[in-house]
């Protein structure tokens, strides 16, 4: 059975850092992309980036380039969304995906359990 | 940027059908996607490929596509099918980095 097993909630200040983490079993984690999407209180979806774990080849969102880092460690399925210094507006559900990709077809067919993620002084 | 547009809202009776509409001018070129999110639950994918269904997804839904819009059809609604739906797709150029959501379609049983 596939599944991605993310990290526990986080409440955070401003400023500070932040690596939240998802790990992928019942599937061989190194050969599919693995995608992060934000989802902010009471809003939509929204793609922040793919990682393949097979060898650490990254994309991100315009919107999130610069913004966050996205990593994996391929000998322990894992892979990471981190922050250098968080902002209030970081406030969010953060979901892994499994993300099916070629040329033509790009989608999630399995999703973590989310992420909250608070940021707050 | 591209763009996908819902509708913000669509209400139902139970037994109804229920059509949900996603717009997008690269739709011709790309395949759209539809995920089902229930309160405090992570998305689920009902439709790939604009009109597969995964395994398990009841067969009351399906998927359709004409030109630059695609739509989610719910067959005999029922009440657990209240969520809110969103289409996905990406841009026309194909590249890793332009996957793109709809806003959402909150869909109400009567």
């Known amino acids: 059975e596939v599944q991605l097993v993310q990290s526990g909630a986080e409440v955070k200040k401003p400023g500070e850092s932040l690596k939240i983490s998802c790990k992928g079993s019942g599937y061989s984690f190194t050969s599919y992309w693995i995608g992060w999407v934000r989802q902010m209180p009471g809003k939509g979806l929204e793609w922040m980036g793919i990682?393949?774990?097979?060898?650490?080849?990254?994309r991100y969102s315009p919107s999130f380039q610069g913004q966050v880092t996205i990593s994996a460690d391929k000998s322990i399925s894992t892979a990471y969304l981190q922050w250098s210094s968080l902002k209030a507006s970081d406030t969010a559900m953060y979901y892994c995906?499994?993300?099916?990709?070629?040329?033509?077809?790009?989608?999630?067919?399995?999703w973590g359990q989310g992420t909250l993620v608070t940021v707050s002084s | 940027s591209y763009e996908l547009t819902q509708p913000p809202s669509v209400s139902v009776s139970p037994g109804q059908t229920a059509r949900i509409t996603c717009s997008g001018d690269?739709?011709?070129?790309?395949?759209a996607y539809w995920y089902q999110q229930k309160p405090g639950q992570a998305p689920v994918l009902v439709i790939y490929?604009?009109?597969e269904r995964p395994s398990g997804i009841p067969e009351r839904f399906s998927g359709s596509s004409s030109g630059t819009t695609v739509t989610l059809t719910i067959s005999g609604v029922q009440a657990e099918d209240e969520a809110d739906y969103y289409c996905q797709s990406a841009d026309s150029s194909g590249t890793y980095a332009d996957v793109v959501f709809g806003g959402g379609t909150k869909l109400t049983v009567l």
């Open positions: 490929k604009d009109s």
């Open positions: 995906v499994r993300q099916m990709t070629t040329v033509t077809t790009q989608y999630f067919d399995y």
């Open positions: 990682i393949y774990p097979g060898d650490s080849d990254t």
């Open positions: 690269a739709l011709p070129k790309q395949y």
